[in-house]
T-cell receptor, first 116, second 112 residues
Framework: NAGVTQTPKFRVLKTGQSMTLLCAQD?????MYWYRQDPGMGLRLIHY???????AKGEVPDGYNVSRLKKQNFLLGLESAAPSQTSVYFC???????????????FGPGTRLTVL | EDQVTQSPEALRLQEGESSSLNCSYT??????LFWYRQDPGKGPEFLFT???AGEEKEKERLKATLTKKESFLHITAPKPEDSATYLC?????????????FGKGTLLTVNP
């Protein structure tokens, strides 16, 4: 199993450009998450999904959109990138609450995004 | 609001010098406390989950313990390959998701 994979690994954007980050998992997890990690701030939740076709806002959702059209994929979009969105983005996945305790989140390798 | 505070921010040890990392937390009701290891340029790697006060888990040179207010990650006779950032996170009880609240991490450096 590949676990959680993310593409691309690195990206440089100019202010105002748009892009989509792709996350894929092969563990049949119901839940998927997008975090950003900034120096001195720790990991913060952007959006999450508890199932195919459903998404919800996390702690820092402004400027981002997400979609979960397939169970195994979770997309994070930036419609108009800003320098404040320069960060490292991590995707994670886990089983659902109904799975009875298997609530560990497994993380992907990250995407390093720079917005100039 | 759930909060996690990790200390120290950075810790430098000599190979074989045992020590502990601290994770203090406040949460409305704890579903689980998680420890992850993160190497530079990589994603967090799962180490342990602790669910209730008094619980302990071990893996090689690492041992995690949990009380009602804090968790410790004990590192016994560390080796240079244990150098990494160690992250602590909590999950609150209730709700329909497994959101994690993370601390800022402890950067551990083990010198040979």
């Amino acid at each position: 199993n590949a676990g959680v994979t993310q593409t691309p690994k690195f990206r440089v954007l100019k202010t105002g450009q748009s892009m989509t980050l792709l996350c894929a998992q092969d563990m049949n997890h119901e839940y998927m998450y997008w975090y950003r990690q900034d120096p001195g701030m720790g990991l913060r939740l952007i959006h999450y999904s508890v199932g195919e076709g459903t998404t919800a806002k996390g702690e820092v959702p402004d400027g981002y959109n997400v979609s979960r059209l397939k169970k195994q994929n979770f997309l994070l979009g930036l419609e108009s990138a800003a320098p404040s969105q320069t960060s490292v983005y991590f995707c994670a996945s886990s089983y659902s609450v109904r799975s009875g305790g298997r609530n560990t989140q497994y993380f992907g390798p990250g995407t390093r995004l720079t917005v100039l | 609001e759930d909060q996690v505070t990790q200390s120290p921010e950075a810790l430098r040890l000599q190979e074989g010098e045992s020590s502990s990392l601290n994770c203090s937390y406040t949460v409305s009701g704890l579903r689980g406390l998680f420890w992850y290891r993160q190497d530079p340029g990589k994603g967090p790697e799962f180490l342990f989950t602790l669910y209730s006060a008094g619980e302990e888990k071990e893996k090689e040179r690492l041992k995690a313990t949990l009380t009602k207010k804090e968790s410790f990650l004990h590192i016994t006779a560390p080796k240079p390959e244990d150098s990494a950032t160690y992250l602590c996170a909590v999950q609150a009880r209730g709700g329909s998701n497994y959101k994690l609240t993370f601390g800022k991490g402890t950067l551990l450096t083990v010198n040979p």
